[in-house]
Structure formats: structure tokens, C-alpha cells
């Protein structure tokens, strides 16, 4: 089953409506290939912003929106600004509904990645630790600013705000939340 096919199922999305307004078999294509390009980037997003979500259903909605929009999606990097905008709506939205619950995190996959990177791993996890710790748009935009190496004004229009909103959220991230964690864990 082919991509378009798969998503044209899902209930709610208007994706059928949508390839019978557009013509040609251009459009699958282009979308494949983008797919294809920013798939892995935008999981990895989804899995640094989501606290206690499944990023692969984060990643699913904004798939579904990014096709449904496509012929709308048209300048560089466009797809990419809108479908990671959708990851944070949608992770948004979800914890609203549900609201804040507990995780259990399973100990035995950090376990086999430890045997012989002990150190590294320590580091990783910590700072792992200290970014779920941040609210999900400065978490969003610490992540964005320093692992996908985004301006700020592409953060910001990711985010939705201005660009020295965006500043100021990587600015407090790192001088006021960060800080303050990693203060308390010397002392």
C-alpha cells in the first residue's frame, strides 16, 4: 500500500478530498521524497518534545497535516516549518487534554546502551533529564536552537512568536531553568 493510500484512510483527514483537487501523480511523489528526507529529523524532534507521548503518533498528525497541505507547502523549507509547528501543537494539545501524568521509564534500555559508554551515557541522560524538565516551548526551542542549529527566526516561526521571544526562551532556558537544576544537583 502506498503512502497517500495509507493516509487517505485515516479517519478525519480530509486527505482524499485534498488528491482529488490536485492533479497528476507529481504531488505523492514530491511527498514521498520529502518523507523521505525529513522523516528522521522529525522524529527526532517529536521524541525531544514529547514528555510521556508517543512521538510516532505526534509525527503520524503532522504527516497527515503536512499531506493534506501540500500543494500549499510550496517554498524552501515551508513542509519542514509547518510539520514540526503540528509535532508541538499537537503534543500541546494532547497534554492539555490529558494532563500531566507519570511515565515509567524502562531502565533496561539504557542498561545495554551503557555497558561501554558509561560516561557518555551518564552525560546523555542528565541532559535529557534537564530538558524535560523545561516547559515544552523552551524545551522546544533549546532543542531546535542547538541540535537542528535553527536561527531564530526560523525558531520562531516554528513556535509561533516572535523572534526575540525565541531568544529570550533559549536565553532562560539557559541562564535561569538549566542553571538553576544544575546548581541544585552540585550542591
Known amino acids: 500500500m502506498d503512502l497517500p493510500s495509507e493516509l487517505a484512510a485515516v479517519p478525519g483527514a480530509d486527505a482524499r478530498a485534498d488528491m482529488s483537487a490536485t492533479s497528476g501523480a507529481a504531488r505523492p511523489v514530491e511527498f514521498d521524497a520529502w518523507v523521505g528526507r525529513a522523516g528522521s529529523d522529525l522524529m527526532r524532534f517529536a521524541q ?21 497541505r501540500w500543494s500549499r507547502l510550496s517554498g524552501p523549507g515551508q513542509a519542514d516549518a509547518y510539520a514540526r509547528r503540528v509535532v508541538l501543537n499537537s503534543h500541546i494539545s494532547r497534554w492539555r487534554k490529558w494532563g500531566k501524568r507519570v511515565s ?13 559508554h558509561e560516561a557518555a551515557v551518564d552525560d546523555v541522560l542528565a541532559v535529557g533529564q534537564l530538558l524535560r ?15 537542528d542549529d535553527l536561527s531564530y527566526a526560523q525558531i520562531a516561526e516554528i513556535i509561533g512568536c ?6 529570550s526562551y533559549v536565553h532562560r532556558a539557559l541562564t535561569q531553568e538549566l542553571k538553576s537544576q544544575l546548581d541544585k544537583d552540585t550542591a
Not at 61 to 67: G, H, K, Y
Not at 107 to 115: D, K, R
Not at 133 to 147: I, N, W
Open 48 to 68: 525531544a518534545t514529547a514528555r510521556g507521548l508517543d512521538p510516532a503518533d505526534l509525527v503520524q498528525d503532522a504527516l497527515v497535516a503536512v499531506f493534506t
Open 133 to 147: 524538565a523545561l516547559p515544552v516551548t523552551h524545551r522546544a526551542a533549546v532543542f531546535l536552537r542547538f541540535y
Open 104 to 116: 515509567p521509564v524502562d531502565g533496561s534500555a539504557t542498561a545495554e546502551v551503557a555497558l561501554g
Open 162 to 167: 516572535r523572534e526575540s521571544t525565541a531568544r
